[in-house]
C-alpha cells in the first residue's frame, strides 16, 4: 500500500526561485503587483506622522496646563500666606499713639454719623 507525499512536490515557480520546501522562506510577492501602491503608501505614512505629532502635541499641551495649574495654585498660597502673615503682624502691633488730651490719655475721634441715625431733613 503505497501512498504519495501529503505535500505536493516542489512546483516550477518555486523550483525557478530557489525556494525549497521547509527551509523557513516564504515566497516574495510579485513586486509588479506593488506598483500602483506607491502613493498611497506616502499618503498613509504621512498620515501616520502627522497623527503621531498631533498626540505628540496633545501630550505636551496637557502637560502644560496641568504644570501651570499646579504652579499657579502654588503661588497663589505662598502670596496668601505672606498676606496672612503680614496682618497678623500688623494687628498684633500696639495702635499708634495720638494726641494726648489733658489726662494723658489718647484722644478718640467722634464717631461718624450713620446713614440710619442721621437727623438732617431733606425738604
Known amino acids: 500500500m503505497g501512498f504519495g ?3 505536493p512536490a ?3 515557480w518555486e523550483r525557478a526561485r530557489g525556494i525549497e520546501r521547509g527551509s523557513g522562506t516564504l515566497p516574495s510577492v ?3 503587483a ?3 501602491r506607491g502613493v498611497r503608501d506616502v499618503l498613509a505614512r504621512g498620515l501616520w506622522v502627522s497623527a503621531e505629532l498631533v498626540v505628540t502635541l496633545g501630550l505636551v499641551l496637557l502637560l ?3 504644570h501651570q495649574l499646579w504652579w499657579t495654585n502654588r503661588e497663589a498660597r505662598q502670596d496668601a500666606g ?3 502673615h503680614a496682618l497678623q503682624r500688623e494687628w498684633d502691633l500696639p495702635p499708634p499713639a495720638g494726641p494726648a488730651g489733658p489726662s494723658g490719655e489718647p484722644v478718640m475721634p467722634e464717631p461718624l454719623p450713620s ?3 442721621s437727623t438732617s431733613t431733606r425738604n
Open 34 to 36: 506593488r506598483r500602483g
Open 10 to 12: 516542489v512546483s516550477e
Open 82 to 84: 505672606r498676606t496672612v
Open 115 to 117: 446713614a440710619a441715625g
Open 64 to 66: 502644560l496646563v496641568v
Open 30 to 32: 510579485v513586486r509588479s
Open 5 to 7: 507525499p501529503i505535500v
